[in-house]
């Protein structure tokens, strides 16, 4: 099923997408948080995973609290062309990922467009111009994108000689950025710019710079009104907010959780004229600080387990929501030393493995996420009220 399908089935349920007192096409226009009065929708390509590939492999409880995870609203990924069967009927929110040359400082989800195949002009006509089609025609349909997954943060910290690909392939993610916020600006759609985690974008030598980089491009693309934000800790496994102290591989940055880290990117975002509200993938940090050596260990790390789930009822002004974006359960990264895309992040002794190749399912995986689930990890509190 195609892109165009998905939203055809959204906009079927239109009326329910938005807590609009009349449902127009207007409907899915928003001020301020995009979370807000809409309801997440759960991502159902993920939902049949979990009962088509999870569940016959699965009994008792376990299998009980698996149906549960099937019905926790999450992103869908579109990592190739729109054209690219997308075998589910709707989502609501959605993964930008299919930059040419993507991931250019790791090896395990390298796309589908490349740059010396045409991949910057096939990016722009053949993925997001395809993609702002569907969305300007379903426009009684609020849409919420993260954009590209460690995309920009590689052109903060990764331009060295050492890492050709993201030299190569820097100029192309800006163009590619500025075009995309040009052409998906539409009352409808709500934007987060991916910025890395704590660990990586939020260390005080980065952040003027991160700040450089989003604002440069959101002021080149006409500081859209669909910009919104940042997400942050996609796909990795911070805490949101880290009460005693930082765990040691943090160490000595003060910016140790992500609540600390955008409160110190705020600033500067604000100084770089770039929206300063932020989203946190909070799927996959329910244990902290979970079974990794070192903080730049990402590829399927142990002894950790689902986390906060999905709310905009968030503890702080600048942050819109918890959401999951990485579907828990869906691999980060081959193990296997003879396929194309390996990365040695993926056999650390930080992983889990075997592990199959990025995005594909991976039982184990999803069944230790359910077996160490904590919705509580790290919660902050609002008003004296527990975030549910
Ligand atoms: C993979 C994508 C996948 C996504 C979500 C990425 O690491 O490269 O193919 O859709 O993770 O699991």
Redesign the pocket.
């Known amino acids: 099923m195609s892109l165009k399908n998905i939203l055809v089935a959204l906009a079927a349920m239109g009326a329910t997408v938005v807590a609009s007192p009349a449902k127009s096409k207007r409907a899915a226009a928003y001020d301020g948080n995009p979370f807000e009065g809409v309801a997440m929708y759960v991502n159902p390509y993920y939902r049949d995973e979990i009962h088509d590939l999870a569940l016959p492999q699965m009994t008792g409880s376990l299998a009980e609290k698996a149906k549960q995870v099937a019905e926790i609203p999450s992103f869908q ?1 579109l ?1 190739a062309r729109p054209t690219t069967p997308v075998p589910t009927p709707y989502a609501g929110l959605f993964v930008i ?1 299919n930059f040419p040359d993507r ?1 250019c400082s790791a090896k ?2 390298d796309g589908e467009l490349h740059l010396d195949d045409n991949g910057l002009e096939r990016y722009q006509t053949e993925y997001i111009d395809p993609i702002a089609e569907l969305v300007k025609e379903y426009d009684d349909i609020r849409t919420i994108f993260v954009y590209e997954p460690d995309g920009l943060a590689n052109l903060v910290t990764n331009l060295e000689d050492s890492q050709p690909k993201c030299q190569g392939a820097a100029e192309a993610y800006h163009l590619s950025t500025v075009y995309a916020m040009e052409t998906l600006n539409f009352d409808n759609v709500a934007l987060y710019v991916d910025g890395g985690h704590a660990g990586w974008l939020g260390w005080p030598g980065n952040l003027n710079l991160t700040a450089e980089v989003f604002g440069n491009a959101f002021k080149e693309a006409g500081k859209p009104k669909s910009v919104r934000g940042v997400a942050t800790n996609v ?1 990795n496994y911070n805490a949101v907010l880290q009460r005693d102290r930082a765990p040691a591989y943090t160490d000595p940055n003060p910016n140790w959780d992500e609540s600390r880290f955008h409160e110190a990117l705020a600033p500067f975002l604000e100084e770089h004229e770039f929206p300063a509200h932020f989203i946190v993938d909070t799927g996959r940090s329910g244990v902290q600080p979970a079974g990794r050596e070192s903080w730049g260990n990402w590829c399927n790390i142990k002894e950790t387990g689902f986390g906060i789930r999905p709310s905009s009822n968030t503890p702080t002004e600048l942050l819109d929501a918890f959401v999951w974006v ?2 828990g359960g ?4 081959t193990s296997d030393e003879e396929a194309v895309r390996y990365d040695t992040m993926c056999s650390s002794n930080s992983s889990v493995i075997p592990a199959p190749e ?2 594909d399912w991976f039982q184990d995986y999803f069944e230790m996420l359910i077996n160490n689930a904590n919705p509580l990890q790290g919660l902050l509190q609002k008003q004296g009220q527990e975030v549910c």
Do not use: I, Q
């Not at 869906?330 to 990264?333: M, N, V, Y």
């Open positions: 990924w990592s990922y991931d395990a989800s796909s990485k579907p869906e691999s980060d990264g990025a995005g």
